[in-house]
Nanobody, 115 residues
């Protein structure tokens, strides 16, 4: 069993930055692919960024060049650095852990971009 706890969300002005963290329980974190997803009101949950156990990354076109996903296996933590935030980035951001067919989700953290 893996438990994921997100933090770092909040209210930020357009053009600002936030850094989300996702802390995982257990000592098998390094073998999981990790990802950040988001869900805006009235919309489906969508992929933001993923990072494999080996460190390969993938980004949604809408965040390329603005967001950076990274992981620190020694701290069982994955991060999402979000720069140049836009109002359309407003959503609940969820952390996901994946290994084969096993999936875990965090509870989500709210990000609101507004002036």
């Amino acid at each position: 069993q893996v438990q994921l706890v997100e933090s770092g969300g909040g209210l930020v002005q357009p053009g600002g930055s936030l850094r989300l963290s996702c802390a995982a329980s257990g000592n098998i974190f390094s073998s999981y692919a990790m990802g950040w997803y988001r869900q805006a009101p009235g919309k489906q949950r969508e992929l933001v960024a993923t990072i494999s156990s080996g460190g390969s990354t993938n980004y949604a076109d809408s965040v390329k060049g603005r967001f950076t996903i990274s992981r620190e296996n020694t701290k069982n933590t994955v991060f999402l650095q979000m720069n140049s935030l836009k109002p359309e980035d407003t959503a609940v951001y969820y952390c996901k852990a994946l290994k084969f067919t096993t999936i875990y989700w965090g509870q989500g953290t709210q990000v609101t971009v507004s002036s």
